[in-house]
């Protein structure tokens, strides 16, 4: 069934107008971000908390086993429980606490506009609402929740609110914010700001430094199989071990700039990993041109930051995508 859902020139975050379109259970799926979590204290997790609310049904339907191989699994358009949608699956009080997951995994400061992002790729389509599962129990101290849907895979450690690193495997992001193909300046893109702030840290290299990361060949292929693959060897574009320490530091901080969105903790687990593991020396960085810049303006729209145990890919044509790796 189509369902038509506010012009996109209207302010997207109106919830009467998204309940009118899509009905008040579906809205509460579309739109995991609407109110911040309950205040207080608490015992559990919210993922814990999601976890009791489900039936013995419910369990057997979306908790997977901590091997399953859609652990490792990341697209830009999956659902990890294909007939489970979040808007026919659920209770309202149990798409309610997913709502409070999937923002609780967003910086303060960008929730609307993740909420807005996973709303508008619904395009105005209810069979696109997300869905979710578990790997493990909460036995397992590797328990992980997951959500998935149109341009989305977000993940946690589900034992804690914290934020450990994403739980360790690969997350997507996404967007089309007004065409299929945006423009040079992906005008209302909610990710694109990642793109002004890699292009900010390209800008203070020097000239043989940017050559080196500009490199004549094409980026990474999206296949599921092979886009977060790690390599050893054959690692395109200007090494971090290059790079002088301030330059490196800049690095540093340019990656936890372009994290922003995403939970503190998240992004405080994954930063210290890189840190801790001294991975800079080992990270290549490199961007495209030709058909990979939009406007011929050597504002990069596709960039890669990548090693041996990080696999970060942000491709900007024809509109962004974003898978980040690291086992932090």
Same mark, same amino acid.
Request: proline letters at 6%.
């Given at each position: 069934? $189509?369902?038509?859902?506010?012009?996109?020139?209207?302010?997207?975050?109106?919830?009467?107008? @998204?309940? %009118?379109?899509?009905?008040? #259970?579906?809205?509460?799926a579309?739109?995991?971000?609407?109110?911040?979590? $309950?205040?207080? =204290? *608490?015992?559990?997790?919210?993922?814990?908390?999601?976890?009791?609310?489900?039936?013995?049904?419910?369990?057997?339907? &979306?908790?997977?086993?901590?091997?399953?191989?859609k652990?490792?699994?990341?697209s830009?358009? /999956?659902?990890?429980?294909?007939?489970?949608?979040?808007? #026919?699956?659920?209770?309202?009080?149990?798409?309610?606490?997913?709502?409070?997951?999937?923002? $609780?995994?967003?910086?303060?400061?960008?929730?609307?506009?993740?909420? /807005?992002?996973?709303?508008?790729d619904?395009?105005?389509?209810?069979?696109?609402?997300?869905? @979710?599962?578990?790997? !493990?129990?909460?036995?397992?101290?590797?328990?992980?929740?997951?959500?998935?849907?149109?341009?989305? *895979?977000?993940?946690?450690?589900?034992?804690?609110?914290?934020?450990? !690193?994403?739980?360790?495997?690969? &997350?997507?992001?996404?967007?089309?914010?007004?065409?299929?193909?945006e423009?040079?300046?992906?005008?209302?893109?909610?990710? /694109?700001?990642?793109?002004? &702030?890699?292009?900010?840290?390209?800008?203070?290299?020097?000239?043989?430094?940017?050559?080196?990361?500009?490199?004549?060949?094409?980026?990474r292929?999206?296949?599921?199989?092979?886009?977060?693959?790690?390599?050893?060897?054959?690692?395109?574009?200007?090494?971090?071990?290059?790079? $002088?320490?301030?330059?490196?530091?800049?690095?540093?901080? *340019?990656?936890?700039?372009?994290? !922003?969105?995403? %939970?503190?903790?998240?992004?405080?687990? #994954?930063?210290? #990993?890189?840190?801790?593991?001294?991975?800079?020396?080992?990270?290549?960085?490199?961007?495209?041109?030709?058909?990979?810049?939009?406007?011929?303006d050597? @504002?990069?729209?596709? /960039?890669? &930051? =990548? !090693?041996?145990?990080?696999?970060?890919?942000?491709?900007?044509?024809?509109?962004i995508?974003?898978?980040?790796?690291?086992?932090?």
């Amino acid at each position: 069934m $189509s369902i038509l859902l506010p012009p996109f020139n209207q302010n997207p975050l109106s919830r009467r107008g @998204v309940i %009118r379109a899509l009905g008040a #259970t579906a809205a509460f799926a579309a739109w995991p971000g609407l109110r911040s979590a $309950s205040g207080g =204290e *608490t015992k559990d997790s919210l993922p814990v908390q999601f976890y009791k609310s489900l039936t013995e049904e419910q369990r057997g339907k &979306i908790c997977l086993p901590l091997d399953h191989p859609k652990r490792a699994f990341v697209s830009n358009w /999956w659902y990890i429980c294909p007939e489970q949608r979040l808007n #026919t699956f659920y209770t309202p009080e149990q798409q309610d606490l997913v709502k409070q997951i999937f923002e $609780s995994l967003h910086h303060p400061d960008h929730r609307e506009k993740m909420t /807005w992002q996973v709303q508008k790729d619904l395009m105005g389509n209810i069979k696109n609402t997300p869905s @979710v599962g578990f790997f !493990g129990t909460p036995s397992d101290p590797d328990f992980e929740f997951l959500y998935t849907g149109h341009h989305v *895979t977000r993940r946690s450690h589900a034992l804690t609110d914290a934020g450990q !690193g994403f739980g360790g495997r690969p &997350i997507f992001y996404g967007n089309f914010a007004k065409a299929f193909r945006e423009t040079k300046d992906h005008e209302g893109n909610p990710f /694109w700001y990642q793109g002004m &702030i890699f292009n900010e840290f390209y800008s203070a290299l020097d000239g043989k430094q940017q050559e080196k990361a500009l490199v004549g060949r094409e980026p990474r292929k999206e296949n599921p199989a092979t886009v977060i693959e790690k390599r050893t060897t054959d690692l395109p574009g200007l090494c971090g071990a290059d790079l $002088s320490k301030d330059q490196q530091a800049k690095l540093l901080d *340019t990656m936890r700039r372009m994290l !922003g969105c995403f %939970r503190e903790g998240d992004v405080a687990a #994954t930063i210290k #990993t890189i840190e801790d593991k001294k991975m800079v020396d080992r990270l290549f960085v490199s961007c495209y041109g030709g058909s990979f810049d939009i406007g011929d303006d050597k @504002v990069w729209d596709t /960039w890669q &930051i =990548e !090693g041996p145990e990080m696999v970060w890919y942000f491709r900007g044509v024809p509109h962004i995508h974003g898978y980040f790796h690291l086992a932090a």
